[in-house]
């Protein structure tokens, strides 16, 4: 007898009644009596409005990225100004600057003031000298060209010659601590410009005053450790990451008056055992780059470093966080089948490589902004 793949159970009884509403919904007749209703119509406008928006994304982003490329929000910093004023800072002509500038008070990034003046939104504000974010809508460029053709990226995966696979080369190089200091500038950049808020939330939520030596793994140019320095003076510092991010973590943290308690080695977290000595260990945004046996790899190599009794802290965007399902389910998927390798991940799949890396327990610590930042800590 051949053998069949096992048949999916049939639906449950509210899956049957949830399909011939979707059903029903889907009539042009429906669509039409909803959006007259009265207490109908609030939902299908709600629900037009939020398809439209996803329709609409595309050039949404592209907006944002227009003004922030004409330095509008800088611009805009001190005082409102006229269409004139800002066609003439952002040479453009008087049309096209009223075309932009609308776009943006749609979206709240500008708001329109008396006499023809515009001004800072409510969305553009927090823009203002954030260099992090600013940096990361420049840095989209290369992810807007990947994802031009979603269907062919999902067909060839990590087979793609992507722009993002190129700039982050580190994360699938055979040979990663042998890559040209100069590729390693513009993304060990990108990586310190966007890494602060990060920092807050782990800081604002866990106590690292207990410790005494932090070894941060994957730790770039030393953005983290710097900011866990200045906050706790008493800590002794470690760093461990390819030769050429080392060395400018060992500048920046000189740079910081952090040089006489700080130690940088450069290497390959895959390949060569982590530094020992520290009693507390950090991957901040470092295991969504790689693919499950590289993060089960690097695991257990962090839990050889750590003493009995060790503190293991991990931070980055997960998947299925609440409030923030899009980030992992829809953003750092796409961007990661992009980039070429790694992805986002649910907290039950850490929980569950930490036990097999032997770590004795973890557990999840709460953030302010779970859209960026997940935090689990996990005992040695």
């Known amino acids: 007898m ?142 807007y060209h990947d994802l031009h053709d979603p269907v062919a990226l999902l067909r060839q995966g990590a087979e793609s010659q992507t722009e993002l696979s190129q700039y982050w080369s580190y994360a699938d190089a055979q040979r990663p601590q042998a890559i040209d200091p100069t590729r390693v500038a513009a993304y060990s950049e990108i990586m310190a410009a966007t890494l602060p808020p990060v920092a807050a939330e782990v800081l604002d939520a866990y106590d690292f ?20 320095g200045a906050r706790h003076q008493h800590l002794q510092l470690r760093l461990f990451d390819l030769p050429a991010v080392a060395e400018r973590a060992t500048a920046r943290l000189a740079h910081a008056g952090m040089g006489a308690r700080a130690q940088c080695a450069g290497g390959n977290f895959h390949a060569e055992p982590l530094p020992t000595g520290a009693d507390v260990c950090s991957l901040v945004r470092v295991l969504l780059d790689h693919d499950d046996a590289s993060v089960l790899n690097l695991l257990k190599r962090v839990r050889a470093a750590l003493p009995p009794g060790g503190v293991l802290v991990i931070a980055e965007a997960m998947a299925g966080a609440r409030g923030a399902e899009t980030v992992g389910d829809a953003y750092f998927s796409f961007y990661l089948m992009a980039m070429g390798k790694g992805r986002a991940r649910r907290a039950s799949e850490l929980h569950q490589m930490l036990k097999t890396a032997g770590f004795r327990r973890s557990r999840e610590i709460a953030t302010r902004f779970p859209i960026q930042t997940g935090l689990i800590i996990a005992d040695a």
């Open 2 to 143: 051949p053998a069949f793949p096992p048949t999916a159970p049939a639906p449950a009884w509210f899956e049957r009644i949830r399909d011939r509403w979707n059903a029903l919904v889907a009539t042009d007749a429906f669509q039409r009596w909803s959006a007259r209703f009265p207490l109908t119509r609030p939902i299908t406008m709600r629900r037009s409005r939020a398809l439209f928006d996803i329709v609409s994304g595309f050039v949404y982003t592209q907006t944002l990225l227009a003004c922030v490329e004409l330095e509008l929000f800088e611009y805009l910093a001190g005082s409102a100004r006229t269409v004139d004023e800002i066609a003439a800072h952002a040479s453009l002509t008087r049309a096209n600057t009223e075309r932009l500038l609308n776009a943006a008070v749609s979206l709240r990034l500008m708001v329109r003031r008396r006499h023809g003046r515009y001004a800072i939104g409510p969305l553009g504000a927090p823009l203002v000298g954030n260099t992090g974010v600013l940096a990361l809508v420049r840095h989209h460029r290369m992810a």
């Open 209 to 228: 005053s207990k410790h005494r030596c932090l070894l941060d793994v994957g730790g770039g140019e030393g953005a983290f450790l710097s900011l866990v």
